[in-house]
């Protein structure tokens, strides 16, 4: 049975509404980023700390201060990491001519040499490979934690007052939308609060795992900038699937340039390791089914967000996501979009 002039229009309307909501978004995201950054970061922080206050809230503790209490130890953690990685940062960056010149050292011993038949070269790298170089490079790798760092206090302001409303905006929509919210909508907001804060939850779970014995195995085999490595290690791991790979580069790097070749490949075979247990195993483990979306979407959301907000974008990059096919799912018109974004084919009821 073919689509009837009627149910064509109506396709088209809905692509059409869609395309200009969409472009709409993308407008305000990037020239509304200093008010929309920090409110999403301060939306997803609240995921973070709500189990622990409903937590403190279940053994008597009233809500509010219990949200003070998890708050008030989020920043004296937030406190306390950047304090350390302040310092962390200021002696590497007093060790790195020394790590530079083993570079050049390095380039130079193997300029010419031929390898399965290939000459070595590295003609035109020697600018490359200068103090000045590498500094800019850390000060680069870096510039978007210290661009969060400084939005903390207006996170910590929008946190206050999601707070607040967390607990009264179900019962507003309620109110306000009866019949809707009883069916349709309460559904929705459900699913993205599970949803959301599930990973959330999950994620910052095991990028602080894998962060922390990437720090440990650092720390024990004496590879500069430990703790450097540890927090980019926690950031990078919210990225899907790349960001994990690019955090292991620089600590690889490092200990091929200051630990004995065998120390150094087993050290970079144990931090594999510890990635592959954290991301494959126990994170799987937490999350139980996956969180449905294709591998391909979520590579690319990944790659636009980066375009949109930088680091930051790519962490924000699969909540938004989960976010987006929730809503597109919950609604008619929608749902064959969010069909499309899934990993597997929605199941087909037998009749």
């Not at 500094?135 to 661009?147: D, N, T």
């Not at 607990?167 to 559904?187: C, D, H, M, S, V």
């Not at 195993?281 to 996956?290: L, P, T, V, W, Y």
Request: net charge negative.
């Amino acid at each position: 049975m073919g689509i009837t002039t009627s149910e064509f229009d109506h396709r088209v309307r809905t692509a059409s509404h869609c395309a200009i909501l969409l472009t709409l978004g993308i407008l305000a995201l990037l020239h509304l980023r200093a008010v929309i950054e920090p409110f999403i970061i301060a939306v997803f922080i609240f995921f973070l700390l709500a189990p622990g206050a409903h937590w403190l809230n279940g053994r008597g503790v009233p809500l509010f201060p219990a949200y003070a209490a998890v708050v008030g130890a989020l920043a004296a953690l937030i406190g306390g990491a950047g304090w350390w990685l302040y310092q962390d940062v200021s002696t590497f960056a007093d060790t790195l001519p020394d790590h530079v010149e083993k570079v050049q050292d390095l380039m130079a011993q193997y300029e010419g040499r031929e390898i399965f038949g290939i000459t070595l070269t590295f003609v035109g790298l020697e600018s490359a490979v200068t103090d000045v170089a590498a500094e800019s490079l850390l000060l680069s790798i870096f510039g978007e934690v210290g661009s969060f760092l400084t939005l903390t206090f207006t996170v910590f302001v929008f946190l206050v007052f999601i707070i607040l409303e967390a607990e009264t905006l179900p019962k507003r929509l309620a109110a306000a939308y009866p019949a809707e919210f009883n069916t349709q909508l309460g559904e929705m907001v459900v699913d993205i609060g599970k949803g959301v804060n599930r990973y959330v939850v999950v994620k910052t779970v095991v990028s602080f795992g894998t962060a922390s014995v990437t720090g440990l195995l650092l720390l024990i085999t004496g590879v500069p900038g430990w703790f450097l490595w540890a927090a980019l290690t926690f950031l990078l791991n919210y990225v899907p699937y790349i960001g994990s790979l690019f955090a292991l580069i620089p600590p690889a790097i490092l200990a091929l340039l200051t630990l004995e070749p065998v120390t150094a490949l087993i050290l970079i075979g144990v931090l594999i390791t510890n990635q592959q247990v954290w991301g494959q195993f126990i994170e799987n483990k937490m999350f139980g089914a996956s969180l449905d979306i294709s591998p391909v979407v979520l590579l690319l959301v990944t790659a636009f967000w980066f375009w949109l907000w930088g680091i930051m974008g790519m962490v924000l990059a699969v909540p938004m996501a989960v976010i987006a096919k929730i809503v597109l799912g919950n609604i008619p018109e929608t749902r064959p979009i969010s069909i499309l974004l899934s990993e597997r084919p929605p199941a087909v009821e037998e009749e």
